[in-house]
C-alpha cells in the first residue's frame, strides 16, 4: 500500500522533514565516531542507546 503524499503550502514546512532526516544521519554519525551513545525517543521513553558499526551501512 502506498503513503499518500501530504500538501503542504508553506514552503519552509514542506522541507522539515527532510532537514530532520538529515540531522538524524549526522548524529548517528556523530555518535559513531566519538563511541557516544545516541539519545533517542521510543515508545513513550528517552533512551541512550549504543551504536556499532554495521556491514552494508
Known amino acids: 500500500m ?5 500538501v503542504i ?3 519552509d514546512m514542506a522541507k522539515v522533514g527532510i532537514a530532520l532526516r538529515r540531522a ?3 548524529a548517528r554519525k556523530i555518535a559513531l565516531q ?7 525517543y521510543e ?3 528517552v533512551v541512550k542507546k ?3 558499526r554495521e556491514k552494508g551501512r
Do not use: F
Not at 2 to 6: C, E, G, I, P, S
Not at 34 to 40: E, G, H, K, R
Open 2 to 6: 502506498k503513503r499518500a503524499k501530504k
Open 9 to 11: 503550502l508553506d514552503e
Open 24 to 26: 538524524a544521519k549526522q
Open 34 to 40: 566519538t563511541n557516544t551513545p545516541l539519545v533517542i
Open 43 to 45: 515508545n513513550g521513553r
Open 50 to 52: 549504543k551504536l556499532s
